[in-house]
T-cell receptor
Framework: DGGITQSPKYLFRKEGQNVTLSCEQN?????MYWYRQDPGQGLRLIYY???????QKGDIAEGYSVSREKKESFPLTVTSAQKNPTAFYLC????????????FGSGTRLTVV | AQSVTQLDSQVPVFEEAPVELRCNYS??????LFWYVQYPNQGLQLLLK??????LVKGINGFEAEFNKSQTSFHLRKPSVHISDTAEYFC???????????FGPGTSLSVIP
């Protein structure tokens, strides 16, 4: 079955460490997105990519980095510069067809210890 | 720029009662509208979408929504809710071009037995 796989489901990070969240899709979708979700704040866009080897900053890109070397993969690195990284991270993808909604992964919960 | 407002952050409702979750949007251009549902610790799942045509849209799990252009609203309804409908519901909008999706802050629906 086609879908988006996020791993790991739970991740613990010590302060000062970089961590990378994985997002892989086998839907042949062109665009991929990373959102951060905090209680009561909905979804906030971190980064997105509409084509391989190209990506754009979203609303809260500071302290995060991404790469898009393959169409199927869009990993997110949470760097030590992100001061409050504890959150639920969601990856999504969509086709280039106008009006299509997102397909979401099941999320990664990151906790700083 | 588009924006989405969900006036009710929490909606408690008794089982088998009807429910309406409100969504209003602002945009200077035509838009596509979506409702997503999120169960605890999971990703978002598409409930329904409005692209064009009939203003009454039917989705999964017995939900429906009505697009009202004059009131810039896209309210979600279900005539009889079930315990399993307890979840977070997000309204979202995107322009008719290939663009990122803007999410509302979410409404937490709690179904009371």
């Amino acid at each position: 079955d086609g879908g988006i796989t996020q791993s790991p489901k739970y991740l613990f990070r010590k302060e000062g460490q970089n961590v990378t969240l994985s997002c892989e899709q086998n839907l042949n979708h062109d665009a991929m997105y990373w959102y951060r979700q905090d209680p009561g704040q909905g979804l906030r866009l971190i980064y997105y990519s509409q084509i391989v080897n190209d990506f754009q900053k979203g609303d809260i890109a500071e302290g995060y980095s991404v790469s898009r070397e393959k169409k199927e993969s869009f990993p997110l690195t949470v760097t030590s510069a992100q001061k409050n990284p504890t959150a639920f991270y969601l990856c999504a993808s969509r086709t280039a067809a106008t009006g299509t909604g997102y397909t979401f992964g099941s999320g990664t919960r990151l906790t700083v210890v | 720029a588009q924006s989405v407002t969900q006036l009710d952050s929490q909606v408690p409702v008794f089982e088998e009662a009807p429910v309406e979750l409100r969504c209003n949007y602002s945009s200077s251009v035509s838009v596509y509208l979506f409702w997503y549902v999120q169960y605890p610790n999971q990703g978002l799942q598409l409930l329904l979408k409005y692209l064009s045509g009939s203003t009454l849209v039917k989705g999964i799990n017995g939900f429906e929504a009505e697009f009202n252009k004059s009131q810039t609203s896209f309210h979600l309804r279900k005539p009889s809710v079930h315990i399993s409908d307890t979840a977070e519901y997000f309204c979202a909008v995107t322009k008719t071009s290939y663009d990122k999706v803007i999410f509302g802050p979410g409404t937490s629906l709690s179904v009371i037995p």
